[in-house]
Nanobody
Framework: QVQLVESGGGLVQAGGSLRLSCAASERTFNNYNVGWFRQAPGKEREFVATISWNSGSTNFVADSVKGRFTISRDHAKITVYLQMNSLKPEDTAVYYC??????????????????WGQGTQVTVSS
């Protein structure tokens, strides 16, 4: 059972930056894919970014955040990061880290991820 702990959320002005972190309780994310999703009030949870733990260069982000958000991972810290730049008010949401223990091809499908963190609030003011 993997427990995921997100951190780094907060309140920021439009145009600002935040870096979210997702740490694993276990010793490794080996062979997992790790993703970030977000959910705004009254909306469905949506995909943001995902990365292969084994190959950090294998990753992709949603079109809505392309060019602004970057996903990366640190093996030594067993942590996945979401660097968010040029934030917009529409980025306001609870951001969740999730792990797909099956590995395999990266996916943006919510139900393919079997472990979830508790979420961290990101609020972007205009």
């Amino acid at each position: 059972q993997v427990q995921l702990v997100e951190s780094g959320g907060g309140l920021v002005q439009a145009g600002g930056s935040l870096r979210l972190s997702c740490a694993a309780s276990e010793r490794t994310f080996n062979n997992y894919n790790v993703g970030w999703f977000r959910q705004a009030p009254g909306k469905e949870r949506e995909f943001v970014a995902t990365i292969s733990w084994n190959s950090g260069s294998t990753n992709f982000v949603a079109d809505s955040v392309k060019g602004r958000f970057t996903i990366s991972r640190d093996h030594a810290k067993i942590t996945v990061y979401l660097q968010m730049n040029s934030l917009k008010p529409e980025d306001t949401a609870v951001y969740y880290c999730a792990a797909d223990s099956k590995g395999g091809p990266l996916t943006e499908v919510v139900y393919e991820y079997d472990y979830w963190g508790q979420g961290t609030q990101v609020t972007v003011s205009s």
